[in-house]
């Protein structure tokens, strides 16, 4: 069975205080692995989607990376509009299409 | 362009009542999946459809949850019998053809009384 654990659970940042959160993941066959963002009342906003152990992709502050085991999402410099739950996601096996196992998140609040 | 639209955005029902959750897809996605996330949880999968044919419904819980996507486009979660256990938010989310990148909608929000 796919399982996705994801740490810390909640994490405050002053602004401009560089983090990291962590997703660790067992899964039979990986086809991709997914960070969202959930803002409170709103559904998961994508932002990357890593296929293979050492690829890296970036967005403004955030930069996301794989390996065999976990991936990480990396916020440099974060700002209050940062703010929100982090979601990993990991799709495996074969087709086309297939589910999303999700981890619980990690919330993130960015203060001044 | 637009995004994956859901309806009703709340929705309140007393226990053993009927309710059907629509979902909208992204227009020419193929593929449409329904989550349900409770409150501090990460979603989790219900079903999803390829095309009019429902290709995976190993996370629906119990025959009281149903869904159907007739013409291919629109798709609606029906849910018997309610139970206050069955309060959540339901997602929807759709994909491209051959695309692995997962869009969601705003999510229901379903409470049981």
């Known amino acids: 069975e796919d399982q996705v654990t994801q740490s810390p659970e909640a994490l405050r940042l002053q602004e401009g205080e560089s983090s990291s959160l962590n997703c660790s993941y067992t899964?039979?066959?990986?086809?991709?692995l997914f960070w969202y963002r959930q803002d409170p009342g709103k559904g998961p906003e994508f932002l990357f989607t890593l296929y293979s152990a050492g690829e890296e992709k970036e967005k403004e502050r955030l930069k996301a990376t794989l390996t065999k085991k976990e991936s990480f999402l990396h916020i440099t410099a974060p700002k209050p509009e940062d703010s929100a739950t982090y979601l990993c996601?990991?799709?495996?096996?074969?087709?086309?299409?297939?589910?999303?196992?999700f981890g619980t998140g990690t919330r993130l609040q960015v203060t001044l | 362009g637009a995004g994956v639209s859901q309806t009703p955005s709340n929705k309140v029902t007393e226990k053993g009542k009927y309710v059907e959750l629509r979902c909208d897809p992204i227009s020419g996605h193929t593929a449409l999946y329904w989550y349900r996330q409770s409150l501090g949880q990460g979603p989790e999968f219900l079903i999803y459809?390829?095309?009019?044919?429902?290709?995976?419904d190993s996370g629906l819980p119990n025959d009281r949850f149903f869904a159907v996507r007739p013409e291919g486009s629109v798709s609606t979660l029906k849910i018997q019998r309610t139970e206050r256990g069955d309060s959540a938010v339901y997602l929807c989310a759709s994909s491209s053809s051959g695309g692995q990148t997962q869009y969601f909608g705003p999510g229901t929000r379903l409470l049981v009384l």
């Open positions: 459809f390829q095309g009019t044919g429902a290709a995976d």
């Open positions: 996601a990991v799709q495996a096996g074969t087709g086309t299409a297939s589910k999303l196992t």
């Open positions: 899964v039979s066959g990986l086809r991709g």
